[in-house]
Nanobody, 115 residues
Framework: QVQLVESGGGLVQPGGSLRLSCAAS????????MDWYRQAPGKQRDLVASISSGGITNYADSVKGRFTISRDNFKNTVYLQMNSLKPEDTAVYYC?????????WGQGTQVTVSS
């Protein structure tokens, strides 16, 4: 059974940094991409960043230049380094792993940016 365990969320002041981690346990056949989404209260869940199996990255315009996604293929772990955080980055952040046959979601981790 595949499980995604996220960590690293919390409360941070504007301008601060956080690093999210998502570790996938269990067997996942042929991962295509590992992604981070976020969902603010009353809003839809949006893609923040993605990284393909080949290391190609993609970012939402709102986080370009501030967030960096990376992955450790041996550990099946994806990271999201978030710098220069803004109050509008406040949301629940979800890890998503896409394989050739299905996709998996983590339970979410809360990120709150507030002074």
């Amino acid at each position: 059974q595949v499980q995604l365990v996220e960590s690293g969320g919390g409360l941070v002041q504007p301008g601060g940094s956080l690093r999210l981690s998502c570790a996938a346990s269990g067997s996942i056949f042929r991962i295509v991409s590992m992604d981070w989404y976020r969902q603010a209260p009353g809003k839809q869940r949006d893609l923040v960043a993605s990284i393909s199996s080949g290391g190609i990255t993609n970012y939402a315009d709102s986080v370009k230049g501030r967030f960096t996604i990376s992955r450790d293929n041996f550990k099946n772990t994806v990271y999201l380094q978030m710098n220069s955080l803004k109050p509008e980055d406040t949301a629940v952040y979800y890890c998503n792993v896409v394989s050739v046959s299905k996709y998996y979601w983590g339970q979410g981790t809360q990120v709150t940016v507030s002074s």
